[in-house]
Nanobody
Framework: QVHLAESGGGLVQPGASLKLSCIRT????????MAWYRQAPGKELELVAR?????STTYASSVKGRFTSSRAANILYLQMNNLKPEDTAIYFC???????????????????WGKGTTVTVSS
């Protein structure tokens, strides 16, 4: 099993910064991509940033220039600067890849999600 746990959310004022972390634990895992998604109240799930296995990173246009995602070993980060009220959401960590099992590398890649961390931007 692969587990993802986010941390770092909180209540901040507009213009502040936060850094989210997502730690992957459990089975050995071949990562194809890791990403941050968010879901604001009453809105659909939105991709915020994705890091492909190549290392290339893509961002939602609404966060480009303000958010930076990075990865170190089994930890995914999201540095959020100049936060705005519209960034208020639950932020979820996601990974897509293949798990090493007792019989070897799973032939099929799968999606894994964390439980989310809440970011509230309000004055």
């Amino acid at each position: 099993q692969v587990h993802l746990a986010e941390s770092g959310g909180g209540l901040v004022q507009p213009g502040a910064s936060l850094k989210l972390s997502c730690i992957r634990t459990g089975s050995r895992f071949v990562v194809h991509s890791m990403a941050w998604y968010r879901q604001a109240p009453g809105k659909e799930l939105e991709l915020v940033a994705r890091i492909a296995d190549s290392g290339s990173t893509t961002y939602a246009s609404s966060v480009k220039g303000r958010f930076t995602s990075s990865r170190a070993a089994n930890i995914l980060y999201l540095q959020m600067n100049n936060l705005k009220p519209e960034d208020t959401a639950i932020y979820f960590c996601h990974t897509f890849g293949q798990e090493w099992t007792s019989t070897g590398l799973s032939p099929d890649a799968a999606d894994y999600w964390g439980k989310g961390t809440t970011v509230t931007v309000s004055s």
